[in-house]
């Protein structure tokens, strides 16, 4: 199943794993990030109990492009930390959720659970507070309250805003993102650079367009303030947070744990904004617990 199209033209790249007469669990992935960057680990886990829906967001990985892969003006200074009117961002967080609702329909899904991490998790949290019936449970993952804004100040921003520019040289992009990537697991956990290296050199063949990722922040700069819609989540909800996330404050889920009628919150002291070997054990166990207590999914006779 390489590609599903939506719409008139959208296509996204989908994976599938594990039974089909498991319910289902759709993944959401963040920013610049692709569905090979889920954890290995994590997915087998899951993929023991659920039916699991992987795709690529629009605009990166395998899934259609909105605009060009490189733009050589973009500068780190462009990256969106403040807030952007809507006219200036090609798509918006509410176009992309509504992909993910459109992806459910192509697959004759009528309801899944929903998880997202980081700006996938803002996806989810949108696409649980527009479509309640389509979302039985939502998973939070390293993900905002609402704000309409990331703070320029964090640890990680600087290399956020690296992410836009093109580097043409491809040793020097891969220096970049490991030490990218060693900020964003933060002080409690080390990175081996040689598997770290293996995948990103994986997913740069498989994808590079850092002028869609400014085109993904600006389409979060621009979705404004979403507290009101937080507050609109009826589904069983967990937010899942990492105390040492350089990139969203752990005061960020806290808000949104607050905000989500009923939701439950669960701060990994020892984790940042990635999702390192060290935690998946213990994130996999908290989720799965989510979902076994979360309504049963109805699951469609003719479910692809």
Do not use: K
Request: hydrophobic share 50%; charged share 15%.
């Amino acid at each position: 199943m390489p590609a599903i199209v939506i719409g008139s033209s959208m296509r996204l790249h989908v994976r599938m794993i594990g039974s089909a007469d498991h319910s289902p669990l759709l993944l959401i992935q963040g920013l610049g990030m692709q569905m090979t960057d889920w954890p290995g680990t994590l997915l087998a886990a899951l993929s023991q109990h659920h039916r699991l829906v992987l795709f690529d967001n629009r605009d990166y990985g395998r899934s259609s492009p909105c605009g060009p892969a490189i733009d050589p003006a973009l500068r780190e200074s462009d990256y969106p930390f403040a807030p952007v009117a809507p006219e200036r961002a090609p798509y918006s967080l509410y176009d992309m959720a509504a992909d993910a609702l459109s992806l459910l329909d192509a697959l004759r899904i009528d309801s899944a659970h929903v998880m997202g991490f980081s700006m996938g998790g803002m996806i989810a949290q949108i696409m649980a507070a527009q479509w309640p019936d389509r979302v039985r449970s939502l998973v939070s993952l390293m993900s905002s309250g609402g704000q309409p804004v990331l703070l320029d100040d964090m640890p990680g921003a600087q290399f956020l805003a690296r992410m836009i520019v093109h580097v043409p040289d491809r040793a020097r992009l891969i220096r970049r993102m490991v030490a990218a990537q060693s900020a964003w697991t933060g002080p409690h956990h080390v990175i081996d650079p040689r598997i770290v290296v293996r995948r990103l050199e994986l997913g740069y063949r498989r994808c590079y367009r850092p002028a869609a990722i400014h085109r993904q922040a600006l389409a979060y700069a621009s979705a404004g303030d979403r507290s009101s819609l937080l507050r609109c989540i009826r589904c069983p909800s967990l937010v899942i947070h990492g105390g040492a996330d350089p990139i969203i404050p752990l005061a960020f889920a806290e808000a949104a744990a607050r905000l989500i009628p009923g939701a439950s919150l669960m701060v990994l002291p020892d984790a940042a904004h990635d999702l390192h070997p060290a935690v998946v054990p213990r994130l996999s166990a908290a989720i799965l617990a989510h979902l076994a207590v979360a309504a049963p999914i109805r699951i469609r006779s003719d479910v692809v």
